[in-house]
């Protein structure tokens, strides 16, 4: 097995230009250079002999050798054909022996969830502009991971783990799924290249099952969507709008559930979508 390059932004520079790529901005390529962050998240992650880990985004396959190095055995969904590439030659042996399944495609194509048979783990650098459909699809449906390790944008990460008051609608459809956590912030120079923006690693445990069926779940993301349309508006005015519902109705499923109407869809936890939703029956 090749080494992957030392966790250092000149050495991320030389394996790049040696195998005549790029960091492609528009795939969010922002390469891990910091050997401390690695072994933070490796910490978070706990890989040993006997896990199994998917890994979406592995660029030039840092976070992979840290993975396999532990004993993990390792999934990995790689859209760059160049760094796939790259994958192969650094770590043929682990792909001959099947530690090491590398899969060249978009991850927004595949099952994730059945990539790996459970219990598996998620341990990822998602490339940030499309963490919210992953997100989807690592938690809406099963079977999911027993636990997920995902470095983000900051932003992101601070909203999927919003108190009530700054809840969105990200917020509520994880913290549904999964109980979550923001466990450390992470700085642009972390990488190469330096993204614009500061970055955090989510600690996401889903829940060994859901409140709802899943048909009456469909009417849970309708309601929590319809109350997010106009986030700033208060929830008695929002919903008699944007459901079909008359004004009355609305009012007294609001009064039902204990929620009063002037507020906002932001300052709504979980659980109060859920007795909405049960008193809009």
Do not use: C
Request: charged letters at 25%.
């Amino acid at each position: 097995m090749t080494p992957p390059p030392r966790l250092d932004q000149l050495e991320v520079r030389r394996t790049l230009k040696r195998a005549g790529l790029r960091a492609r901005h528009e795939r969010s390529q922002h390469f891990l250079a910091d050997p401390d962050v690695l072994q933070d998240i490796l910490d978070l992650a706990e890989p040993a002999a006997g896990v199994r880990a998917l890994e979406i985004g592995p660029g030039l396959g840092i976070l992979t050798g840290g993975l396999l190095g532990a004993g993990a055995s390792v999934t990995a969904v790689e859209l760059d054909a160049g760094l796939a590439g790259v994958l192969r030659e650094t770590f043929a042996e682990p792909i001959a022996t099947g530690r090491l399944v590398l899969l060249e495609g978009d991850a927004l194509d595949l099952d994730l969830v059945r990539l790996v048979p459970p219990p598996y783990r998620v341990v990822a650098n998602l490339p940030y502009h499309i963490t919210s459909p992953i997100l989807h699809r690592l938690l809406g449906a099963g079977p999911r991971a027993e636990r997920l390790v995902l470095m983000l944008q900051a932003e992101v990460a601070d909203r999927i783990a919003a108190e009530p008051g700054r809840m969105s609608y990200l917020s509520v459809f994880v913290q549904y799924h999964a109980d979550a956590q923001v466990a450390m912030r992470v700085p642009p120079a972390a990488f190469e290249p330096a993204p614009a923006v500061e970055s955090a690693v989510v600690v996401l445990r889903p829940r060994a099952a859901t409140a709802l069926e899943p048909a009456r779940e469909d009417d849970l993301w309708r309601l929590v969507q319809a109350g997010f349309r106009e986030r700033r508006k208060m929830l008695h005015n929002v919903l008699a709008r944007q459901l079909p519902y008359p004004a009355e109705r609305v009012e007294a499923a609001l009064e039902a559930a204990a929620i009063a109407g002037d507020r906002r869809p932001q300052t709504l936890g979980v659980a109060e979508w859920l007795r909405l939703l049960e008193a809009l029956r």
